[in-house]
């Protein structure tokens, strides 16, 4: 397991993290198979998550997708929350503080910070993908630079 927390460090973990990604979509390119994979991988190499999992776009809406973690809100609009920011934006949205997130979405009262990661391919947008944490900043500029690389990688390998 990568602590998220030394990412800043020098152990950064994230190429590593990479590498064992590309090896384990490596020969499948179904993208439930995948979305799959790629959230149960996320949720137990990164320490500190209580959730993990696709929101996929399904008209001017977000529904859930492949997860880990407790159940959750199956539809968000566009615009709602912090899922719904980063599909309205294009923009990742790294969250210090969700209680200080108007529109917040609470699924799970213990979730404190929260990282959302939009995927495009060829332009289009796909969904996003979220991490909820229970501690407070849990995810650094590097945890985004290495997780957007990560979505990058699944993109890739996968048909959507
Ligand atoms: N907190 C999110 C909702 C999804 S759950 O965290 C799984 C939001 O505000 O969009």
């Avoid at 030394?6 to 179904?30: C, N, W």
């Avoid at 609009?77 to 969700?98: D, H, K, M, S």
């Avoid at 957007?148 to 993109?155: D, G, K, S, T």
Wanted: with cysteine; glycine share 10%; aromatic share 10%.
């Amino acid at each position: 397991m990568i602590d998220l927390q030394q990412s800043g460090t020098g152990l950064d973990g994230y190429p590593l993290l990479v590498a064992q990604l590309r090896a384990l979509l490596s020969g499948e390119r179904d993208f439930i198979a995948n979305a799959a994979q790629f959230s149960a991988f996320v949720f137990q190499e990164l320490s500190d998550l209580n959730w993990a999992g696709f929101y996929l776009a399904r008209g001017a809406e977000l529904v859930l997708g492949p997860f880990q973690g407790k159940v959750a809100c199956v539809r968000i609009a566009f615009g709602r929350g912090v899922c719904g920011a980063a599909a309205a934006t294009g923009q990742t949205q790294r969250i210090e503080n969700v209680h200080e997130f108007t529109g917040h979405i609470a699924c799970d009262s213990e979730s404190n910070s929260e990282l959302v990661v939009p995927l495009f391919k060829d332009g289009c947008l796909l969904g996003v993908f979220d991490l909820d944490s229970p501690s407070l900043g849990r995810f650094s500029a590097a945890d985004q630079a290495g997780i957007e690389q990560l979505v990058a990688v699944f993109v890739e390998l996968t048909d959507c």
